[in-house]
């Protein structure tokens, strides 16, 4: 695994590669959209300011989009065919993207929407939380983050490493909470699930219907941003859309299931390409 750094639509990115996609030769490329946080400026750098009405629209969710084409259109080899992968607001992101870029659409072997975020987030259990609570106390939130990025490094780590215990999570985790709650990180997290609150609102269902036989969705029954009936509406808009339950999996699966999701990921990939044989 490398980490790269490119700035894609004026925001200085790292990017997570295995192989090299910008030198392909043609070979099929896996292309992943993290959810929120994991987007553009949800990592810290010095060309990266504060929030701006001169730059809000470099992280808003039209200035994400822009980001993935920069990064797809300028760098990555134009001979690949791509598998894409998204996470909750990434895959809203993928098909966003697909719908709007015919000549990407036209290199797509598959699409992977895990836990995906496609509609009425606001309306979610969790987007009511975001609304009604984080939303009046975002501001609070990041000065209580400022005054703990001023404690010692040692307290921050043990009262971390006492969450994630109290979490049954690995503790390396720390470092990347840490990254995510500086007020500098956290303050463009909110501004992009705010927005998400705002825009993310009626199904697509005509850019889904462009992705339908190469697309497949993988939910779970207890998920707080994309619930059961959510997904019984997307079915019934699309029958033919492939559909797999995640049992007891988590919408933040990365964090203890991340192995579940990537074979069921796998397989689907594995399957398209020998029925494409």
């Known amino acids: 695994m490398m980490c790269l750094n490119k700035t894609l639509n004026k925001v200085n990115t790292p990017i997570l590669t295995w192989g090299n996609p910008f030198e392909a030769n043609g070979k099929e ?3 992943c959209v993290t959810g929120n946080p994991g987007q553009a400026g ?8 504060a929030i701006t009405e001169k730059n809000k629209d470099l992280y808003n969710l039209q200035g994400q989009l822009k980001h993935k ?37 036209n290199r797509v072997s598959t699409v992977n929407l895990l836990f995906p975020t496609l509609q009425n987030m606001a309306e979610t259990k969790n987007g009511r939380f975001i609304n009604g609570f984080v939303k009046r106390m975002h501001c ?19 009262l971390l490493n006492i969450y994630l215990m109290l979490h049954s999570l690995p503790l390396f985790y720390n470092e990347r909470i840490k990254k995510v709650i500086d007020p500098r990180i956290l303050e463009k997290v909110f501004f992009l699930a705010f927005d998400e609150m705002d825009n993310v609102r ?26 059961l009936d959510y997904m019984a509406e997307l079915k019934k808009q699309h029958p033919h859309l492939r559909m797999v339950e995640a049992a007891n999996v988590a919408h933040s699966f990365v964090l203890k299931s991340s ?19």
């Open 42 to 49: 949800h990592e810290f750098s010095l060309d990266n300011e």
């Open 202 to 227: 009626s199904l697509n269902n005509e850019a889904i219907h462009k992705i339908t036989k190469t697309c497949n969705v993988i939910y779970s029954c207890f998920d707080g941003w994309a619930p």
């Open 259 to 277: 192995q579940i999701v990537a074979e069921m990921v796998s397989n689907h990939i594995k399957e398209q390409k020998s029925s494409a044989q």
């Open 140 to 158: 609070v939130i990041l000065f209580l983050c400022q005054i703990l990025s001023l404690f010692p490094n040692f307290l921050i780590n043990f």
């Open 69 to 105: 084409l920069d990064l797809i259109e300028n760098y990555v080899d134009k001979k690949s065919k791509f598998h894409f992968i998204g996470h909750s607001i990434g895959s809203w992101m993928i098909v966003e993207l697909l719908h709007n870029n015919n000549d990407i659409l």
């Open 29 to 31: 490329v896996i292309f």
